[in-house]
């Protein structure tokens, strides 16, 4: 992914979304990137089930991959009550940019049904990235406990693990919303799971002058990147889009993007006043939790995959969204 190792992850690959707009970024980068994608599945996150998955499909039917089945997920966390991101995504989630309709219709199977279905299928092979709260990871985990050895590597954007959060100052936004499933998936005995944290994923932003220089009548995924990230630069004012999902994805298809350390990894339930702070222990197994990330090469190849005019890759922006 950075060069340093060209070949990607070639193994079947489940990308669990909440389709937003780095969500469909990063599902732009997986089909660039030429990712074997089994199927997404959708939670509700960033905005509403019913809205993810709409927006999932006509993101893949506009990368030209409406062949990749879309399998709606989880309406509502496991416990907590259900909380959106709308005022970073947008009412439609997707920054505003109003997409064809796809012409695919949602798969009949539900998420986790697809997850529990893809691990027994591609059992010592499937890797599975989420970029959502956990909560279709922690039902299929519930149903089928054995894919914690079926499932040979997931990939996990969420945590703040060594420093504050983006919802309160305690918490990401994916393990936030559902601290409880969060919790599941962090407990179990995974034989390999990454968390792509805001530790690392604040390290890899876009910057204003490089989305400012995307061809404006681009229609390709360049194009695609310019309209979701003009709510960020215009509306909200930002100096640089942080890259959480595309990262994540970056991670999923070439492990040694980040560097890392095993930890346990304790999770406040959302009754707490620190609902979905994340505490983190040394231990000699357990999440490896992403501490060091090669974030200029990361983004400078981004940017090349997504046809983005190629630029020194901007980091440590202070008012990124
Ligand atoms: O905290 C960032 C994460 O929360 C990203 O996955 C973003 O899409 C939102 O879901
Ligand atoms: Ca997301």
């Known amino acids: 992914m950075t060069g340093r190792n060209a070949d990607i992850n070639k193994s079947p690959l489940v990308i669990d979304v909440d389709t937003g707009i780095d969500d469909a970024v990063a599902l732009a ?13 959708t939670v509700a996150g960033n905005v509403p089930i019913e809205v993810a998955t709409r927006n999932t499909l006509d993101v893949l039917s506009y990368l030209g991959r409406d062949d ?34 796809s012409g695919a219709d949602e798969a009949a199977l539900a998420g986790p049904a697809f997850i529990i279905q893809s ?28 894919i914690t050895y079926q499932i040979r590597r997931v990939v996990v954007m969420g945590g703040a693990f060594s420093l504050p959060g983006n919802v309160t100052p305690h918490s990401e936004f994916n393990v936030y919303v559902d601290p409880e499933a969060a919790r599941q998936v962090f407990e179990a005995d995974w034989g390999d799971i990454t968390l792509v944290g805001l530790d690392v994923t604040h390290q890899t932003v876009l910057s204003r002058e490089l989305w400012e220089r995307i061809p404006e009548m681009n229609d390709g995924p360049a194009g695609l990147v310019r309209g979701l990230m003009a709510r960020t630069f215009t509306e909200r004012a930002m100096s640089g889009f942080y890259l959480h999902d595309p990262l994540a994805v970056g991670v999923a298809l070439d492990l040694d993007l980040v560097q890392g350390t095993f930890c346990s990894v304790a999770v406040e339930s959302s009754a707490s006043a ?17 501490t060091r990330v090669h974030a200029a090469a990361f983004v400078a190849e981004f940017g090349a995959v997504l046809g983005l005019p190629i630029a020194d890759a901007a980091s440590g922006f202070e008012n990124a969204e």
């Open 274 to 290: 620190t609902r979905g702070e994340t505490t983190v222990a040394a231990a000699d197994r357990g999440p490896r939790v992403a």
């Open 29 to 41: 980068l997986a089909v660039g990137k030429g990712a074997n994608i089994l199927g997404v599945t």
């Open 119 to 146: 691990a027994a299928k591609h059992a010592g092979d499937l890797t599975l990235v989420t970029l959502g709260p956990l909560t279709n990871l922690a039902i299929a985990l519930n149903v089928r406990p054995e």
């Open 68 to 101: 990749i089945p879309v399998h709606r997920g989880a309406s509502r966390p496991l416990v907590a009550e259900y909380q959106d991101a709308t005022h970073v995504h947008g009412g439609n989630g997707l920054g505003g940019v109003d997409l064809a309709k």
